[in-house]
């Protein structure tokens, strides 16, 4: 059985341990796992969070040329964690998106460590937080190129927005390389709302609310952008704008 | 319409407005000229109830309510109308989206029935062929990547779809080229130049007014209105400069 980690640990540094005591060791045991054939492509939607931690560990093995999909929306009032390990082989492709949002005092999270070992494989990850109270919003993306992995092509861009004095977020991209022939990007932007922007539509007639709403959709919309099924990605959006809703007036 | 006696108003603790009174009535076009650090931009702000723009003193009455009673999204409802300086850039926005947003949220707070995305692209087509704005350009996100002039024609195509009683329009004409503030000009005319309407025109210089004839031209000097005249004195501060002008 897995030991609990404790913020030593660099993968667990800003998480809630004493959420994860009380998820219990077991639950670091439980992974997912998606294999995905040599050309294949298999796209997953997730919701997730509630109001009891949740802890999800989600190990993906992409074949040849294979494309894996992975958009995900943190949501809930408890502590929610987000694990994805990603084997990438020759030309395969990880596209992730990741949403985080919320208020009260959870920390919410995506933890990420994709491996190209292989060539001519590509990766792009884009995180967006949004918290407001005393919320975290947490992106950690470790990027290994092994001595294998030449022509990698890697990205990872982590925005937050934070709403209201109180509300954090962390980013922690870690990049390893052995390849000299590789493109890895990676970029990392925590903010406030932008007050010009939302005077300027109440200028033209949109109530603070919903100029808020319209701002952070456009905010965390750059993570579902990849997302084709306009379907899902609409859902997922929605339900990221419903905690939103939800906090009405206690935020400003 | 509009009314604005004795007003005050400061940034910051510091007084920019010091007793400022003007009076616009409907079918009136006025213009209001000034040099650098004068408030000009200041009345744009607080007419239009930005943040942090403080009235200390005296009051400003819109179709005879009071205006600083009312929040800035409340003041577009009620036709007012603010043409900004330096246009915001709002990645991730579509100007569709915005002033479907913008127009709808405006007819809700007056009781109005909302336009469907038919009727609103119909409608946002006519102002946007009038201001020969492409209406490619409409679909990109607001302002982003737009240059100087393009933002300007903006302003005017969301003046002309939100169709407001009052427009403060503030210095619309920097950073327009010569065709392009022509365009601009006629686009006010057609918009504004209404019995029922009327625009106070924020300018540094004379060359909008050729096309926009002001009915009234004001000098605003250190916070105050120092002088008032008809178009032709746009022209002889064109000509002689503020000093001169002021002193006369």
Not at chain 1, 73 to 78: F, L, T, Y
Not at chain 1, 91 to 115: M, P
Request: hydrophobic content about 40%; overall charge negative; aromatic content about 6%.
């Amino acid at each position: 059985m897995t030991d609990l980690p404790t913020t030593r640990d660099e993968a667990w540094r800003y998480a809630d341990i004493d959420a994860v005591r009380r998820l219990g060791a077991d639950a670091l045991d439980r992974w997912q796992d998606l294999s995905i054939a040599p050309g294949e492509t298999n796209r997953q939607c997730m919701i997730v969070g509630g109001d009891e931690p949740e802890l999800h560990r989600i190990r993906i093995k992409a074949g040849e040329g294979a494309r894996a999909e992975l958009f995900v929306v943190i949501v809930g009032s408890d502590y929610a964690r987000v694990e994805v390990k990603t084997e990438l082989a020759t030309g395969a492709h990880f596209e992730f998106g990741g949403v985080t949002i919320g208020g009260g005092d959870a920390v919410r999270e995506f933890v990420t460590r994709t491996t190209h070992d292989e060539p001519e494989a590509t990766s792009n990850q884009v995180v967006r937080a949004v918290h407001w109270g005393e919320a975290t919003g947490n992106f950690l993306g470790a990027i290994n190129v092994g001595r294998g992995g030449q022509r990698t092509d890697a990205a990872q861009d982590f925005k937050a927005l934070v709403l209201e004095k109180g509300a954090a977020a962390n980013a922690k991209p870690e990049l390893e390389i052995f390849a000299d022939d590789v493109k890895c990007a990676h970029g990392a932007a925590i903010g406030q709302m932008d007050e010009m922007a939302r005077y300027y539509m109440a200028s033209r007639g949109i109530a603070p609310d919903l100029a808020k709403k319209l701002l952070v959709r456009a905010f965390i919309a750059d993570a579902l952008a990849a997302l084709e099924d306009e379907g899902e990605a609409e859902r997922l959006l929605e339900a990221a704008l419903d905690v939103l809703d939800d906090a009405g007036d206690r935020i400003a | 319409m509009l009314k604005i006696e004795n007003l005050h108003a400061e940034i910051d603790g510091k007084e920019i407005l010091k007793g400022l009174s003007l009076e616009v009535n409907a079918g009136e076009v006025h213009a209001i000229m000034g040099p650098n650090g004068a408030g000009k931009s200041t009345l744009a702000y607080v007419l239009g109830g930005r943040p942090g723009y403080d009235v200390t003193q005296g009051s400003v009455t819109f179709d005879g309510k009071d205006l600083m009673d009312m929040e800035p999204h409340e003041r577009a409802a009620a036709g007012m109308f603010l043409g900004f300086q330096y246009p915001v850039e709002i990645p991730g926005v579509s100007n569709v989206q915005f002033l479907r947003e913008a127009l709808n949220s405006q007819r809700r707070e007056r009781g109005e029935e909302p336009l469907s995305g038919g009727e609103f692209l119909k409608l946002a087509k006519e102002k946007a062929g009038l201001l020969k704005l492409d209406m490619e350009m409409l679909k990109r996100n607001v302002n982003v990547g737009f240059s100087g002039g393009e933002k300007k024609r903006n302003e005017m195509v969301q003046m002309g779809i939100l169709d407001p009683a009052f427009a403060v329009l503030d210095e619309t004409d920097s950073g327009l080229d010569i065709d392009a503030l022509k365009v601009v000009g006629e686009g006010i005319n057609a918009i504004m130049r209404q019995p029922e309407k009327a625009a106070l025109l924020i300018t540094h210089y004379q060359r909008l007014l050729d096309y926009v004839q002001p009915d009234f031209v004001h000098i605003l000097s250190a916070g105050r209105i120092v002088k008032t005249g008809g178009a032709d004195l746009a022209k002889k501060l064109e000509a002689d400069g503020y000093d001169e002008v002021m002193a006369a």
